[in-house]
């Protein structure tokens, strides 16, 4: 949004603190169009900051979020954003359909109801995660899978060229895992950046082209075998190092 | 007998008490919903007890600034101040202090009511309050001024929560989403707590400061239970206020008892009789599901005992080795025809397709489980049985057992174990 750069999420210098505590220091990272980019870091490492920032939640105490060129405070709406799983009330009187379309509600007027445009647009992200078919069930009666497809849905008919996904990968089996990295691609593949939160060490090189290491600072960001490395892994993840070395070799592999 | 509901539509004061009641509930039926979802119930409470406090304060500073005599605009003004003030004490408390919220909504609500208390008794002269009046409601005295503050609340909050519909809906079922496409979250709070205040404000008049909580809650939980869309919900909410206020008022004139009481025993009523007969969330259904589920367990045991014998066995030969109760049987019988795991043969059972690859894995997970408790030194006569408790376990197991114990071939008793049947492809989700 005008702006011709193969930038998405462009963060200079960040810095963010809660009362004397810095919970993201001088983090410089300049995220490309196109991408699946992992967010990994031990717990408390400023993960969850880092995504209110891209969201444009937090005043910096320094630096700048810029989203397509714009200050992240400015640029509402233009980061779609999918919950952790834990944080959804899933008793809400809501159907799948109507979740969907609320990924249309900020362009609709408030005077307006959602009008045929809007209906489409949320059936066809429906398709797109292949859950077109549950489209009238209640979100409570689905499975863990379903219902991260769900969100994903809302988040592709909001239309933001950016996807941000807090741990989707969470509490799901393989298979699931499996089902939703496949739609993660296929929208990777229809022209957006998505930005997850990982927790899972081990499939973090499959699963994403690009990773991002921060505990506070930011310790690497590129492709996965440039950043999981064991000296890299090794400050950020402290003494609990042994278990990587695993991870580390299979990455060193042509 | 119907005279007995025709007489009191006659009376003034019951068609009053009709029209004000069903306009009061309606609306906190429908903002009860949010209310609600949000989990803020013990809000509602905290509000109508912040009242009393407020209209002390509103009477007291019109009578003696501008000598007005219990100015109804100036008590409501009051009211709501106090209900606002008290809302925002409570979430300092709980920000700043290391006290938790529901311990702060139980100190806040206490004390502003009880300075209340104190204020009306202490400018007893100046203030003419019945606190009786206030804490117990008088749906059957209502006055034309209540009937015009109520029509007003509920015009006003009703067109707030049409209009911004699904911005609320957004802001309660996902607030990091609302704010992340902009909207103002927490004005829209300020907003809804508003509405609450102005709805409990109208309530307290006809139910009284205890009750008003049950009117705004009961009712939406009640359309809770019925409903899985936020709009549908709103709408039976309002309409189970309603029948609460009339099925109340005539309960309250038929045995002549207190009228808040009487609506709010009916509201309850109604949430108990939905919430046993609800198609979908009642506890009827549940339990009819339950009784319909048909254990894992007995159809495992069926099937092998089928696969067992090679051919197709009748109810009762099954009925010997399967120790299950008849109806038991009988419903598990039913549910594998059903599922296309057994077909009818003459008399018998046979196993279909399907059902024969399902026995086969239990089979084979109880030969596993053979073969492993014979290893680990389970006496030879408990063998049996004990794999037969552990065969119902998951897949995974047996597969682990498979590898565990190498490629066998034959049971502990010289028997077969079957193969692993295809993977099936894992469903979708």
Known sequence: ?254 | MMELVLAPLRETYFQKALIGGSVVALVSGVVGCLVVLRRMAFLGDALSHAMIAGVAGGYLVMKLLFGLEAHAPGMLLGSLIAAVATVALISFVARISRVKEDAAIGIMYTGIFALGVVAVSVFRQYIHIDLMHFIMGDILGITDADLWVSGTVACVVLTVLILFFRYFQIATFDPIMAASIGLPVLLLDYLLTTCVSLVVVSAVSMVGVILVVGLLITPAATAYLLSDRLDKMMVLAGLFGVTSVIGGLYVCVWLDSAGGGAIIVFCTLQFLAVWTLAPKYGLLSRWLRLRRLVPQQHIEDILTTILRSRAAVPREAIATYVEIKPKEMTRALRYMLQEGLLAQEGAGFALSPAGEAEANKVLRAHRLWETYLARIGTPREELHATAHQLEHLSQDAAEYLHEQLGELRDDPHGRKIPEMAAQQEPPAG
């Open chain 1, 1 to 254: 949004m005008g702006t011709d750069s193969a930038i998405a999420i462009d963060v200079r210098h960040l810095t963010v603190s809660y009362q004397s505590r810095p919970a993201l220091l001088d983090v410089t990272v300049a995220v490309e169009r196109d991408q699946l980019v992992g967010v990994i870091g031990p717990n408390g490492a400023g993960k969850s900051t880092f995504i209110k920032a891209v969201l444009g939640f937090v005043k910096p105490d320094l630096g700048t979020v810029a989203i397509n060129g714009q200050p992240a405070q400015k640029a509402k709406g233009q980061v779609a954003y999918v919950p952790q799983r834990g944080a959804v009330d899933w008793d809400f009187p809501i159907t799948v359909r109507e979740v969907a379309l609320m990924g249309r509600y900020q362009q609709i007027p408030w005077y307006r109801n959602p009008g045929h445009r809007d209906r489409q647009a949320a059936l066809e992200a429906l398709e797109m995660v292949r859950m077109q078919d549950f489209a009238d069930r209640q979100i409570g009666e689905l499975s863990g899978g379903q219902q991260q497809r769900v969100f994903l849905a809302r988040a592709l008919s909001q239309g933001s060229d950016i996807l941000l996904l807090d741990e989707p990968f969470a509490g799901v089996d393989a298979a699931t895992e499996r089902a939703i990295l496949d739609v993660l691609e296929r929208a990777k593949k229809s022209g957006k950046t998505l930005v997850v939160v990982h927790h899972d060490l081990s499939t973090a090189a499959e699963y994403f082209d690009k990773l991002i290491l921060i505990k506070q600072r930011l310790y690497a960001y590129g492709r996965p075998g440039e950043v999981l490395r064991e000296d890299l892994l090794s400050r950020v993840y402290e003494g609990r190092l042994r278990i990587f070395s695993d991870i580390v070799h299979r990455e060193e592999r042509p």
